[in-house]
């Protein structure tokens, strides 16, 4: 009779504990739905978007991967996505041939981790007064082609693949 009670104790534990294993599992994968675009991201460290920044010539035609809040997706075609930085407005474009992925816009305020390769341009005077004005028409912002004194340095991540981290419930 003890024999047949421990039986059902020993049973009724390993089936609570499938039982909480199952909801855990649920409960993982209900709170994970990162969305993977292209090739995703292989390597394993993250290069910090401010350093990039603070000497993008360094690194232009390194392969990096970085991480950060999306701060703007092409309204267009949905072919780039910018990520912050950590220091105030410091942005890297993550850019990707048109219609080889599509960023979503809803994507704004979610963070991502992007891989690819970083693109550094030194624009002239001239180039820059006309990226300036490029920037500014595109984001309803003034410009004062005055205000353009020194070539500009763009870099750009021209990405291979992304995951964007979906932080919603």
Known sequence: MLARIL???????????CDKGSESKAATVAKTHDKTFGAGVKLAQATPIDTIL???KEWNGKTVRVEGMIV???PKRGCWMELAGSQP?????????????VFPMDAKGQRASAEGVIAVKE???EESKQYAEYQAKEYGKP???????APTVVA???GTGAVIHDSKP
């Open 7 to 17: 039986l059902v104790v020993a049973l009724a534990a390993g089936v609570s504990a």
């Open 54 to 56: 603070a000497n993008p």
């Open 72 to 74: 703007d997706v092409c």
């Open 89 to 101: 407005g410091s942005k890297l474009k993550f850019k990707v041939t048109d219609g080889e992925m």
């Open 123 to 125: 624009l002239s005077i």
């Open 143 to 149: 410009y004062d082609p005055a205000s353009i004194t």
């Open 156 to 158: 750009r991540l021209d």
